[in-house]
T-cell receptor, first 111, second 115 residues
Framework: GQQVMQIPQYQHVQEGEDFTTYCNSSTTLSNIQWYKQRPGGHPVFLIQLVKSGEVKKQKRLTFQFGEAKKNSSLHITATQTTDVGTYFCAGRRNQGGKLIFGQGTELSVKP | ETGVTQTPRHLVMGMTNKKSLKCEQHLGHNAMYWYKQSAKKPLELMFVYNFKEQTENNSVPSRFSPECPNSSHLFLHLHTLQPEDSALYLC??????????????FGPGTRLTVL
C-alpha cells in the first residue's frame, strides 16, 4: 500500500540553527499537506502543496514539493523555541483520496 | 481554537466497560474523521464520514463502533477494549471529501487509557 516516510524521526538543534525534515512517498502524490503538533497538543494544518516543484514560504518556514511529486521538505531557518513540536507531512495519491500521514519529525530546540 | 471539540479529554476505562467519545465541529464541514495516534506511530485513519455516510473503515476492530447522526457530530463507541487500544483519539473535519478533500481541522483529542 501507499507509504509516506519521514526523516529524521528526531532532531535536536540549538536555537538559531536551521532545521529540515524530509517526506518521501512510494507513489506519486496529488497533493501534500504539512501539520505541526505541539507537545500535548493536536495537529494543526500549516500548508498544502499541489503543483510539481512548488515552493511556498511562511515567514521562516519554506515548503517544497518535488518535481516528481513524490517528495517534500520543510525547512525552518533560525529556529526558535516556539518551533518545538512534531511536524507531520500527509499526502494523497489522488483527489479526494485518503490522507496518509508520515510518522512525523520531532523537533526540540535548546535555548 | 479550531472549531472542533472533543469530550472527554481524558478517559480511563477497564476492558469490560462501555464508553463513548464525542466530537462536535462548528465549522459547517461535511466530512468527519476518527484517527488513532499511538506513541511513535503515524496517525492511523480509522473512519471517514461524508454527509453522515460512512465512506471508509480501515479494518478497524468491531470493538470500535462509530456513529454520525449529523454532519456536526461524530461519536466513537467503545466496548471490550484491550490495553493496546490506549492512545490519543483525534477527531477531524474538513469541508468536503470531493475536490481534493480539503484541509483537515483537528480536535484536541481524547487521551484513552485501557486498564
Amino acid at each position: 500500500g501507499q507509504q509516506v516516510m519521514q526523516i529524521p524521526q528526531y532532531q535536536h538543534v540549538q536555537e538559531g540553527e536551521d532545521f529540515t525534515t524530509y517526506c518521501n512517498s512510494s507513489t506519486t502524490l496529488s497533493n501534500i499537506q504539512w501539520y505541526k503538533q505541539r507537545p500535548g497538543g493536536h495537529p494543526v494544518f500549516l500548508i498544502q502543496l499541489v503543483k510539481s516543484g512548488e515552493v511556498k514560504k511562511q515567514k521562516r518556514l519554506t515548503f517544497q514539493f518535488g518535481e516528481a511529486k513524490k517528495n517534500s521538505s520543510l525547512h525552518i531557518t533560525a529556529t526558535q523555541t516556539t518551533d518545538v513540536g512534531t511536524y507531520f507531512c500527509a499526502g494523497r495519491r489522488n483527489q479526494g483520496g485518503k490522507l496518509i500521514f508520515g510518522q512525523g519529525t520531532e523537533l526540540s530546540v535548546k535555548p | 481554537e479550531t472549531g472542533v471539540t472533543q469530550t472527554p479529554r481524558h478517559l480511563v476505562m477497564g476492558m469490560t466497560n462501555k464508553k463513548s467519545l464525542k466530537c462536535e465541529q462548528h465549522l459547517g464541514h461535511n466530512a468527519m474523521y476518527w484517527y488513532k495516534q499511538s506513541a511513535k506511530k503515524p496517525l492511523e485513519l480509522m473512519f471517514v464520514y461524508n454527509f453522515k455516510e460512512q465512506t471508509e473503515n480501515n479494518s478497524v476492530p468491531s470493538r470500535f463502533s462509530p456513529e454520525c447522526p449529523n454532519s456536526s457530530h461524530l461519536f466513537l463507541h467503545l466496548h471490550t477494549l484491550q490495553p493496546e487500544d490506549s492512545a490519543l483519539y483525534l477527531c477531524a473535519s474538513s469541508q468536503r471529501l470531493e475536490r481534493g478533500g480539503g484541509t483537515q481541522y483537528f480536535g484536541p483529542g481524547t487521551r484513552l487509557t485501557v486498564l
